[in-house]
Structure formats: structure tokens, C-alpha cells
């Protein structure tokens, strides 16, 4: 029998079956693809080399102040320094460095000690300047208010500096004041009652705190007990510097206010209650500022107890004359500073005055009437009704009755009062002498009086002048040259407040806001241009 043939094996072929979807299943979108962040690791620990002269640009406004105080005699402030060469001791820091603090930070609005003490620690221009160290806020708050005779040498050395580069000429210079408050609060304020009731509650703290005699001989209530001490004794001298300021403020408001309604503040007794811009009243301090028109410096700065600028002109220029060594040629005020009493001592001085304000006026129109309706006197026979005979210099009244001229008082500054009388026997035969002299007796009629008042030559000069356009084009720019200062200092400095307590203090913060503006102006018209790279 035949063998089958075997079966051929055939080779397995692996076949793709492809599987499309189906018009049903469309396909699905794509995961989104998230963005690679470097992490943000606070935790870790870097060290870095970091030098302090990197830290500031070339042209940062700190390096000015730097530079600025170096070309300055600062020898009054280092005759207080104990820790000399060759003594034992920590050595301390240098004045050059504090003033340049706190000139940076006044410049940028800072006025806090410990705030300042703080950027110390981490803000890169007051490392730069510090070296990066640290300044505690106790060295930084007495150093302000400690050397007030060196800063107030250092502001008249700058405006030497200025002087001699060409921002200061003198030829005009513009005052004005401006109200800064002060650290008291206003319910520190309190009446002559109050402030006696307060008084001898503090004494008598004192008294019972130094009776007591069982103390703990612990070290710590010994510190505490000698603390309360020193507060309440703290506490009783400014009660009795307040007594002593209420008897200022009494004289100061006589006429105006009754003694009994006087306040004064308890914890600030130097502060004065004054009106502000926005019809608010707070403890505050008047500050005066004088500014020369040439660049717009500070001159002359005073801070004053006043709550306004009535006679405050004077000693402005005495105080820019004191800086400056010269006096200025022109002085320009608003009309707070004007009266006859001002316009007679600038033509003492020599002084150009220009100023706003209305001179001719000597008398309230709407009281004279009143007065004339108290006396009884008919209108027909007011003042105004009288006609005045310049040529023949006499009045003569409606009943066609002469009054000539009698005679010239000189009772009030700046004012000449000339009377004008009618003779006792006209006014006496007149029928209308009850209308016009109602008061006098038919048998003792003295004569009707007429007082015309006339400013002395000088001040109608100065009235004259201020109605020229060339006196009005100057007192025109007065705003944008003498309230600018004060506006910075407030605004850009954020002086609303004063810091410190007491008139000697306060005045030493305002000598640093005013140095502050003036190194900012020069930085700004001098040190700035002169890194720019001249043209070839």
C-alpha cells in the first residue's frame, strides 16, 4: 500500500487586525500639560558672600548723603564721645553714620526709632550705610534730639554749601508758617480745675511712695518699686510745668477767653491748642518756614507756640540772618503776617515787603453803626454824611455847620487820628443838635467830632505799591515757593506729627526735616547732574 504524503505544517503568521472606532466613540482629549516650577524652598540654608558696597547703585541717593556729610565739619557732635583711643571701653558709633540714618530715613518718610532700627536689620541702603550692623533704637532716639546746638551748626553749614554752588541768593524771601501737631492727644487737654485736681493727686502719690518703707529685698521689685517711683515724680514736675504754661496761656488769651475756659495739655504743657485747615483743634506747634525764591531752599525754620503768624515776620528774618549772615532784600507773606506794626519795622530794616491784605480799613463799618445807634444819633447825621473840604481841611455837617481841624493823635501804631470839632456854640444854637449829639446836655454841648483816620506815610506807600502789577506779579508766586516746603514735609516726609515732646525737641526734629529737604533739593540740582556723562 502507498504511504500518505504528510501534511505540509504551514508557518504561523501573525496578522495586525486593525480596530478603527467607531463614528459613535470620538477620541478623548488629551491630559493637560502641567507647567515645570522651580520650587520655592524658605527652609533651606545658603550661604552667600555679599558685600555692602554692592548693594547700592552708583547714583542712589544714599551714597549723596554720604558724600555730602564727608565735605561737613561734623566736630560737634563728636566733643560728647567718651570712648577715646588708648581707654577702655566699647567703642561706639560713628556721628557721621546716625545723621545719615536718619537724613535717609526723614527722606523717605520715616520717623519711628524703631522702625529705623529695624531696617538696620534687613533694608539694603541702611546696610549699606551701617555696614551691615545693627543700631539699637535707644542710640537712634537720643541721638536725634541730643546735640540740637551741632545740627542746628550742620544746617547753617549747608546752606553755606548752597550758597557758595549758587542755589541760595537772598535776593527775595518767602515765609510762611504751618501747624504740625503734636504727640499729646486732645483729651490731654484740661481747665485750671482739672489740672489742680490732678496735681494734688500727683503729690500726693509722691508722698505715700516715699513713706513706704516695708520693701521686698528681692532685686527685681527693687527695680520696679525705684521704676513707679521715678514715674510718678515724672508725672508731678509735668503737672507743675503744666500750672506754669496755664499761667502763659491765661496772660496769652486775656481779653479773648476766660481764664477759667484756658486749657493746656498735661503730658505735652509746651503744645498749644490750635485751629487747623480743616476746622479741627488740637495740641500742635506753629513751625516757620523761610524759603529763598532763587531754588527753593530752606533759609531760616523756627517753631513757635503762636496759633498765628501775627509779629512773626521779624523774627523770621532775624533767624534767616542768624543762618545766613546776611538779611534778605525782599520778604514776601500772606495777609497773616500783614499790619501797620510789620510794614513800619521792614522799613526800619531796610527790607522790601510784599504781602496781601487790606490796610485802608480801620474800622468795622457794620460796629461803627451799632455804636451810633447805642448813642442815639439819627442816620442822617452818621460820618459818611459829613463832607470832607480837602483844600480847607475841615468837615462840614449836614446842617451846613464847619468843623475844622483840631489836632493829630498817634495813640495807635502806624495810624494818624486827625478830629475834626465843630465850635460848642454852633452845635449849641443848632436845631438838629438833638438828632446829632443827642447825649450832650443843652448847657454843656462840647462841639460834634468827626475822626478821620490816615495811615502814616510808609504804610500808604506800601498800600500804594501793592496795587501796582508788578508788586501783585510778585506776590503771586509766593504759593508755589513758600507752601511748597511745607507741603513736602508733610507729604513726602510725613511730618504730621511731631515724634518727640517739648518745644526744644520738636524744634530739633524740625531742623532735621528742613536738613532732609535741603540735601534732597541739592541731590536733585547738583549731585544727580553732575554724574551724568558730558557729551563729547
Known sequence: MAKAAPETQLPLVEMEVRTEPTPS????????????????????TEWRSIAAEDL??????????????????????YGHIKSIEGTAGQDTLDPRLLICVWVYAYSEGVSSAREVSRRCDYHPVYQWLTG?????????????????????????????????????ELRRVMVDGTKIEAVASKSSMHREKTLQQHLAEAQKRVEEMGKESDHDSQEGNDRQEAARKRAAEEKLKRMQ???????????????????????????????????????????????????????????????????????????????????????????VVDGGYLNRATVLEMQER???????????????????????EQRGVAPNFYPQEFHYDAERDLYVCPA????????????????????????????????????????????????????????????????EKMKTPEAQAVYKKRKQIAEFPNLW??????????????????????????????????????????LETPLA
Open 25 to 44: 466613540e470620538p477620541p478623548g482629549p488629551e491630559p493637560p500639560r502641567l507647567p515645570r516650577l522651580k520650587p520655592i524652598e524658605r527652609t533651606q
Open 132 to 168: 551691615m550692623r545693627s543700631i539699637n533704637y535707644h542710640t537712634l532716639a537720643s541721638f536725634r534730639v541730643q546735640y540740637k546746638e551741632a545740627l542746628d551748626g550742620l544746617f547753617a553749614q549747608l546752606l553755606a554749601v548752597l550758597q557758595q554752588e549758587g542755589l541760595i
Open 241 to 331: 510745668a503744666a500750672m506754669v504754661e496755664l499761667e502763659k496761656v491765661q496772660k496769652e488769651r486775656a481779653g479773648e477767653t476766660p481764664a477759667e475756659e484756658c486749657r493746656v495739655s498735661e503730658s505735652e504743657p509746651e503744645a498749644r491748642k490750635m485751629k487747623h485747615a480743616d476746622g479741627s483743634f488740637s495740641p500742635s506747634y506753629n513751625t516757620q518756614v523761610s524759603t529763598d525764591a532763587g531754588a527753593g531752599i530752606i533759609v531760616g525754620v523756627q517753631v513757635i507756640q503762636a496759633g498765628n503768624d501775627q509779629g512773626q515776620l521779624g523774627p523770621a528774618l532775624d533767624e534767616v540772618q542768624r543762618q545766613c549772615q546776611q538779611t534778605p532784600a525782599q520778604a
Open 350 to 372: 531796610g527790607v522790601d515787603l510784599v504781602s496781601s491784605g487790606n490796610l485802608e480799613a480801620t474800622r468795622d463799618p457794620a460796629q461803627a453803626i451799632r455804636n451810633y
Open 489 to 530: 514735609i508733610k507729604e513726602k516726609l510725613g511730618l504730621r506729627r511731631f515724634r518727640v515732646r517739648g518745644l526744644a525737641k520738636v524744634n530739633c526734629e524740625a531742623l532735621w526735616a528742613c536738613l532732609t529737604y535741603n540735601v534732597q533739593q541739592w541731590i536733585r540740582l547738583r549731585w544727580r547732574p553732575s
Open 400 to 463: 451846613e455847620k464847619e468843623l475844622p481841624h483840631r489836632g493829630v493823635k498817634l495813640d495807635r501804631e502806624g495810624v494818624e487820628r486827625h478830629q475834626y470839632r465843630a465850635s460848642a456854640s454852633s452845635c449849641r444854637e443848632c436845631p438838629f443838635q438833638r438828632q446829632c449829639c443827642p447825649q450832650d446836655n443843652s448847657k454843656s454841648v462840647r462841639g460834634r467830632i468827626i475822626v478821620r483816620t490816615r495811615n502814616v506815610p510808609v504804610v500808604a506807600a506800601f498800600v
Open 56 to 77: 547700592l547703585e552708583k547714583n542712589h541717593a544714599a551714597r549723596a548723603i554720604w558724600e555730602l556729610l564727608g565735605r561737613l565739619d561734623l566736630s560737634g557732635f
